[in-house]
């Protein structure tokens, strides 16, 4: 690693220069909490730099417009497993029209007047860092850079950004954007990967009326959680019509007429992609391609060279938290948080990140002693799929590996009342990971109607390291789903229960 760099970008005399204790590059709610707790109660100054729609990834093309999406779909679905109500019917305009309101058409107006209310100055243009505690903000419409000086800390907020395998890249195929933003449905539409954006994508594409046929390299679906999650998919996906080909790999792809044509909109002509599974090579063929095969931080032109710096620096498995606690080879000013910073792509993790981060840069100003941080955090996580996943901390396999000695509590999801009342055949899997030494919760995972309501528990347990014998006194209401957490506990061995 070099050393840390000055300045290496000429400055016009002409450009405008702005100073403040604090410089995010990144206007998502992650940037946006992290300034937001930097200066909350005192005198310090921040300003964010955004050079799209402040709000960020999450508020128009990730978490909101999917789960508009997809939560009307999960209230028919629902209303179709219950005797006693009609079905509801998708109406694909009203649906999209709901995503654009939950979207704000686009507009970041609201958001901007939120941060320039909590005291942040918002800048428009791309940032990048050209020396110590400096940014320059290219301006969109052409004119002067701006010089932005931090006088305490600059933060990286700058997210993350689909990966598209060198294969497809030709295609103009869809992203995650496109799939939120969907204007144009396509009669046919292959997507390619079988993880989180893949299988929620699949479940609303299909009830717009797509015919969708989901090509996934791996053995299972959401690879990474308990096995039986992928397995409730799976099949939930198949009965909704979708094609889920395991095991199958692109190999090549043609498409005519490839280009950006808008936001959700049908990029081209039909694709062609030769794929390959176990039985050989095959064609397989539709109106659009959706590229779902990860993410990655989006840091290739944040100016991290000119600070003797590279992406890998940022991203390494001990990533900054803050100026005393990483040992990360970042200079005290530096810090990067969400999924910049390699950590779980994922908007409430990288808010809990910032709120941390955030707390930890105005210490430096009030001398506030910092909030301690729990031994243990886990990152919780939903997939909202029909049915729901949400797991948190270790699945069993990840424990056994982390050299616990596991034992584990299994339940159907509609064993008992109150969550075999929420549909008249639910279906769906509750299981708890134990350490038997400790005989506290290291993991759990919810499969079924409305799970994602389950999970918060499990993650206050597995932080507040509660022993599964004191947990057995917190009294679940009767009926709620909360009472899977009794039939759980009581699966486990006597000794764990009662000791």
């Known amino acids: 690693m070099a050393p840390h760099a000055q300045s290496t970008v ?10 403040a204790d604090v410089v995010v590059i990144g206007g998502g709610p992650v940037g946006e909490n992290v300034a937001q707790y930097a200066i909350e109660g005192t005198d310090q100054t921040a300003v964010l730099i955004e050079g799209e729609l402040l709000g960020g990834e999450c508020s128009y093309y990730a978490c909101m417009p999917s789960k508009a999406l ?3 779909l999960a209230v028919a679905d629902a209303a179709a497993h219950l005797d006693g109500v009609s079905t509801p019917e998708v109406d694909t305009a009203s649906l999209l029209a709901r995503r654009d309101t939950w979207v704000s058409q686009y507009d970041d107006t609201g958001q901007v007047e939120w941060a320039e209310g909590a005291g942040m100055r918002v800048v428009r243009g791309h940032g990048r860092i050209v020396g110590e505690r400096e940014v320059r903000v290219e301006d969109p419409d052409g004119g002067p850079p701006t010089l932005v000086h931090a006088t305490r800390a600059v933060v990286i907020a700058t997210g993350s950004q689909a990966v598209v395998p060198d294969a497809l890249q030709p295609l103009s195929p869809w992203t995650s954007r ?14 390619v990967g079988g993880g989180v954006v893949a299988v929620e994508a699949a479940t609303w594409m299909a009830a717009l009326g797509s015919h969708i046929t989901l090509l996934v390299r791996g ?12 397995e409730h998919v799976l099949g939930a996906l198949t009965a909704l019509g979708v094609t889920v080909q395991l095991g199958t790999s692109a190999v090549s792809a043609e498409r005519a007429d490839a280009r950006d044509s808008g936001l959700g909109r049908i990029h081209g002509g039909r694709v062609t992609l030769q794929v390959e599974d176990a039985q050989g090579r095959r064609e397989v063929t539709g109106d659009e391609i959706l590229v779902a095969t990860g993410r990655t931080p989006r840091l290739a032109d944040v100016g991290l060279e000119t600070i003797g710096l590279s992406s890998e620096d940022i991203t390494g498995a001990q990533a900054p938290t803050s100026d005393d606690a990483t040992g990360a080879p970042l200079p005290s000013w530096l810090h990067a ?7 779980a792509p994922l908007t409430h ?19 506030e002693a910092l909030e301690p941080v729990p031994e243990t955090v886990p990152v919780p996580q939903v997939v909202f799929t029909d049915p729901q996943v949400t797991s948190v901390g270790l699945t069993a396999e990840q424990a056994r590996e982390a050299g616990h000695d596991v034992v584990t509590s299994q339940v159907p999801f509609g064993g008992a009342a109150g969550s075999a009342l929420l549909r008249d055949d639910v279906s769906g899997t509750a299981q708890l990971v134990v350490d038997r030494g400790t005989a506290t919760l290291i993991g759990a ?27 057995r006194h917190a009294v679940p209401s009767y009926p709620t789903s909360s009472e899977l957490w009794l039939r759980l506990l009581e699966e486990l061995p006597t000794e764990l229960r009662t000791t």
């Open 10 to 19: 000429p400055q016009s005399a002409s450009a405008p220069e702005i100073t």
């Open 349 to 367: 993790w990288g808010k809990y990140r910032a709120r941390v981060i955030g707390q930890a840069i105005r210490a430096g100003v009030t001398g």
């Open 337 to 343: 948080v969400g999924d910049a910073s390699g950590e």
């Open 219 to 230: 053995d299972a679906l959401l690879r990474g959680m308990e096995p039986f999650a992928g």
């Open 70 to 72: 997809l939560r009307p």
């Open 445 to 471: 995972t919810f499969v079924g109607p409305e799970a994602s309501e389950l999970i918060h528990a499990a993650t206050i347990a597995i932080v507040g390291q509660v022993p599964v014998h004191v947990l």
């Open 178 to 191: 496109d799939a939120t933003g969907v204007q144009e449905i396509p009669g046919e539409l292959l997507i």
